[in-house]
């Protein structure tokens, strides 16, 4: 069963699985329920995405080593691929539920740090 923590956000918070398998990495959303507006999946050690296969959009959010925003890609459709050089790891959510989150370039989010230390 994959780890799952709970991050405290502007909107109350949101469940965070935690991909850091290599399996866990490689599937990511691909496979399985969508994501809730209250979920989102972090995938851990992963610099680079690509949203081919996906039938939905999402939002791609980049923290680095002290689980702080680094860049934020709204709305990211299927057959794109974005990519962070400086990133540690990667929260994918639903499209729109990063703004609705207050996840923004600068935030930390401290309950993060372990996974993607």
Do not use: K
């Not at 850091?20 to 992963?46: H, K, M, W, Y």
């Not at 081919?52 to 680095?64: A, L, S, T």
């Amino acid at each position: 069963m994959a780890r799952v923590l709970v991050c405290p956000t502007a909107a109350g918070g949101m469940r965070v699985r935690i991909a850091d398998t290599f399996v866990s990495r490689a599937l990511s959303l691909l496979v399985g329920v969508p994501l809730g507006q209250a979920e989102a999946l972090l995938i851990a050690p992963c610099s680079i995405i690509h949203a081919i296969g996906m039938c939905y959009p999402i939002d791609v959010v980049f923290v680095d080593r002290e689980a702080r925003i680094v860049r934020v890609f709204p709305q990211v459709r299927a057959r794109h691929i974005r990519f962070v050089p400086d990133a540690r790891a990667v929260l994918e959510l639903t499209a729109g539920t990063a703004v609705r989150h207050g996840l923004a370039p600068g935030v930390r989010l401290a309950q993060m740090a372990d996974a993607v230390a």
